[in-house]
């Protein structure tokens, strides 16, 4: 069983990645997904959507506080599933060189752990590194091939600039600016067929950022779903870096995600249930809670008169 670990900083994309990357490879693979909270979002949508063997681990980061319990789902993977492939999703704010290091400690002639992937979000990465940047560095220093998402929109300028930090923090890496979907099948096919050779010693924590979710959540129609997002980006229910999640909201299904202060709603079939899950500082968790768990009352007014009493920084 190869193990390849996609990792990559809050909203960069992994699971889009992850998604191209089965398509292309066209091999028997497994997930391991880990959400960094109490609310898994994507191992669900990877399921259902996919069709995908997905092992979700939601109870703490496997870079840390659930080492153990990461290691023992690996090799219980590894003899009962046994896939060809095996694919590590960390959370966002995980540290890679820990979870490479304790894949290492497991690895025997029938586990091989391949040259990890990070992904940077060209957008979003000089917010990275200012608002946790002991984890941002070491996602960049544990690859060996670094991908640059989000391009679209992104001056050369910039993309030169996130390419020459990334260089600056890890000289050895391969940095991919071509978007991975223009790449031909042997690019993905070629991630397979690189061994992780050396040693990984790594004992970094970085720091740890809030975290709250929910489930069974609903709003009346898209038109608030909007509203609350636009809340979300403003401040208006804290330093809210990262959400996703899907709900139903007047008979429709959607699929909603936050990076940075941008927001996305897409349709998606009807899930199991609905669930949303929210990362950052100084989240106003029972804000959040009234919005998505009753009746949603909040109007325009409402968020705007939030939004003023948030403290000046």
């Keep these: 069983m190869k193990i390849l670990v996609v ?4 909203g960069a994309g992994k699971t889009t990645f992850i998604r191209e990357f089965i ?3 066209r091999r028997d693979c497994a997930i391991v997904e880990n959400e960094y909270g109490e609310i898994g979002v994507d191992g669900q949508v990877l399921s259902e959507r996919e069709g995908l063997s997905v092992r979700e681990l939601s109870e703490g980061c496997i870079c840390c506080s659930a080492k153990t319990d990461f290691a023992a789902s690996v090799l219980t993977i590894a003899n009962t599933i046994d896939p060809e492939v095996l694919i590590v999703e960390p959370s966002g704010v995980g540290m890679l060189g820990n979870i490479l290091q304790n894949l290492q400690k497991i690895e025997y002639e029938r586990i091989c752990v ?3 992937v990070a992904l940077i979000d060209a957008r979003a990465f000089e917010d990275g590194m200012r608002e946790y940047p002991e984890i941002s560095r070491d996602q960049i220093a544990s690859a060996h091939t670094i991908l640059l998402t989000k391009t679209e929109g992104a001056s050369q300028e910039e993309i030169e600039a996130v390419c020459r930090a990334a260089a600056t923090i890890n000289p050895a890496a391969a940095i991919v600016r071509t978007p991975y979907r223009e790449q031909p099948d042997t690019w993905f096919s070629d991630l397979l067929d690189r061994p992780l050779t050396q040693r990984v010693t790594a004992e970094g924590t970085g720091e740890a950022p809030e975290t709250c979710g929910f489930t069974d959540i609903s709003l009346p129609d898209a038109n608030a779903l909007l509203l609350f997002l636009s809340g979300v980006v403003s401040g208006v229910f804290g330093g809210v870096y990262r959400a996703k999640g899907y709900l139903c909201t007047g008979g429709a299904w959607l699929h909603f995600d ?4 941008r927001y996305s709603v897409t349709g998606c079939e009807p899930m199991p249930d609905s669930r949303a899950m929210f990362i950052g500082k100084n989240l106003k968790r029972n804000l959040l809670r ?8 909040v109007n325009a007014s409402l968020l705007l008169n939030q939004k003023k009493k948030r403290p000046v920084t």
């Design 7 to 10: 990792s990559g900083f809050l």
């Design 23 to 25: 398509r292309r490879v």
């Design 114 to 116: 391949l040259q990890p």
């Design 258 to 261: 936050v990076v940075d202060k």
């Design 290 to 297: 009234q919005a998505l768990l009753k009746e949603f009352r």
